[in-house]
């Protein structure tokens, strides 16, 4: 709920300068970040309760590490090739 529909129904203004966190305690909101998390956690568990084989658990389950390079922006392609030598 915005924090604007919460100080009119509390009946309080901007010009009160009452902390918005004080108003969200007062109607016992929680805050956005913990629903967030909720969700995502919701969604992981249901990824993982899937077929063991299919294509999203094993995205999430595997490690977001990767094999590729990665390069920082600006450099040309012959640095690359450089790189890819140097690396192999």
């Known amino acids: 709920m915005e924090t604007k529909m919460l100080r009119w129904t509390a009946g309080v203004t901007r010009m009160e300068r009452i902390r918005n ?6 109607f016992s909101v929680v805050p956005i970040a913990g629903k967030m998390r909720e969700a995502r956690l919701r969604w992981y568990d249901h ?3 899937g077929k063991e084989d299919s294509v999203g658990s094993e995205k999430v389950a595997s ?3 990767s094999s590729r390079l ?4 600006g450099q040309t392609l012959t640095k690359k090739k450089m790189m890819m030598k140097n690396h192999m």
């Not at 966190?21 to 007062?26: A, C, G, S, Y």
């Not at 990665?70 to 922006?73: F, G, L």
């Open 21 to 26: 966190d004080l108003i969200r305690q007062k």
């Open 47 to 49: 990824v993982q309760g």
């Open 63 to 65: 490690s977001h590490q």
């Open 70 to 73: 990665r390069y920082e922006a």
